[in-house]
């Protein structure tokens, strides 16, 4: 026999809700031993329609299931499910909020019992912002030390200390890169105090209307920190008498792209970031170590976008061309090449798409930036229309500088792709 168990979690929330909260209103109808009983599965049905239903099994019950109403000999009804073949013990979880009723009906079931059906007001919170920007959601997990402690220059920092500055800095550069919807991972204990603090007894109910929402991340951006020694040197020249500041050491960066659903990698690449590639003077201060930081979360960012939605040419506006990215990443003096995409590109061997082709068309450097947007000048060739994919100099280099076509990273799909 199969017993299947429903665990439900119904809150009639007042007359009024939030503007954060909808109302949705289902039909819904169920089967029980009496009206009550009917009715409360009904309610039950209405929020698995709603929220979905968690469903547990040690294997799938294919088996059709029946509900049969047996009267005892003490003229005492009740209920069981009859399963034809298997004998699974299967549980079905549903919790969720109602509002508010109506019943529809209440008449005697075919098999025995009674069949109710309802009109129900489900409500559903509301996300803040658009939810259908088009954005894919993204995560920053905690950057991981080798050491379990580094010498910067004459600063001593713990591991926990850069884990959690370098991961400061990658989520800030992407969240301010505005492509993504960026998802905590780190730090978390405020939002876990804040829920706990919702499902007390002393919130409103139509507050719990916003728990059991958190999302879950398209990509996944993972590093590990291999080396970090950075130094600097006053030394004094015998020539002249001029002292100056020698930089030396690098911070070495293992960095993934992956989809946690089905764990691939999209991309890995392990970043050799010393002072001159960070575009900066380390001289040992405090000051210089959080631009250290800053730059490394940039190059970082720079790379995850440049792999998985790289800039676009949107338009233009006299002579400047509007990019659709701008911030911090996007800096007036900074160039970038300009690549046009041609057409899909397919592997041989296992039919994939490779993405599209890209030819370089130009160079353009950036004028000024604004939160949601750059604008830049042509330097060196042409662009026209809109669409163009713009990459960093260092990224688009190819062995034979002659050769100006390649393809999107491997396995990488932008949004225009047709993939």
């Known amino acids: 026999m199969v017993k299947k168990s429903l665990v439900m979690l119904f809150l009639l929330l007042p007359g009024m809700v939030l503007a954060a909260t909808d109302i949705m209103t289902v039909n819904a109808e169920a089967t029980g031993i009496d009206r009550e009983q009917a009715i409360f599965n009904a309610l039950g049905d209405a929020v698995r329609q709603v929220r979905g239903a968690e469903i547990s099994a040690s294997r799938q019950v294919q088996s059709a299931l029946s509900r049969v109403s047996v009267r005892s000999g003490d003229d005492r009804e009740s209920s069981e499910e009859i399963s034809k073949v298997s004998k699974n013990q299967t549980r079905v979880s549903a919790e969720g909020l109602i509002s508010g009723y109506k019943v529809l009906s209440v008449t005697n079931a075919s098999g025995g019992g009674k069949l109710a059906r309802l009109s129900v007001d489900v409500p559903v919170y509301k996300t803040l912002g658009n939810p259908n920007d088009g954005r894919w959601r993204m995560a920053v997990y905690p950057v991981w030390p ?46 876990i105090a804040e829920r706990a603090r919702m499902g007390g007894n002393d919130i409103p109910v139509s507050e719990k209307a916003m728990l059991g929402n958190e999302m879950g991340a398209e990509y996944l951006v993972s590093a590990m920190i291999t080396e970090f020694t950075f130094n600097a040197e006053e030394k004094e020249s015998r020539l002249t008498g001029e002292r100056s500041i020698v930089q030396s050491g690098a911070l070495v960066l293992e960095t993934r792209v992956l989809v946690p659903a089905t764990g691939e990698i999209v991309w890995s690449e392990t970043l050799n970031l010393s002072p001159e590639q960070l575009d900066m003077e380390f001289d040992g201060s405090k000051g210089s170590l959080q631009t250290l930081f800053e730059r490394a979360g940039q190059e970082v960012a720079l790379s995850v976008i440049d792999v998985v939605w790289p800039p676009l040419v949107e338009g233009r506006q006299g002579n400047e061309l509007i990019i659709n990215m701008g911030g911090e990443l996007m800096q007036a003096g900074q160039r970038w090449e300009v690549f046009a995409l041609g057409d ?24 000024r930036s604004t939160p949601k947007m750059a604008y830049a000048k042509v330097v060196e060739g042409m662009v026209e229309g809109k669409g163009q994919v713009l990459r960093r100099p260092a990224h688009a280099t190819a062995k034979d500088p002659d050769e100006a076509i390649r393809a999107t990273r491997k396995r990488t799909c932008l949004p225009m792709d047709p993939c």
């Open 146 to 191: 080798a050491r379990s402690a580094y010498q910067v220059a004459d600063i001593t920092l713990s591991r926990e200390e850069v884990s959690s500055r370098l991961t400061q800095s990658i989520t800030e550069a992407l969240v301010q890169s505005r492509r993504f919807a960026m998802l905590a991972r780190n730090r978390e204990s405020s939002i």
């Open 344 to 367: 899909n590109v397919q592997n041989s061997h296992s039919g994939n798409s490779l993405g599209r082709s890209e030819s370089m068309t130009a160079t353009v450097e950036v004028i």
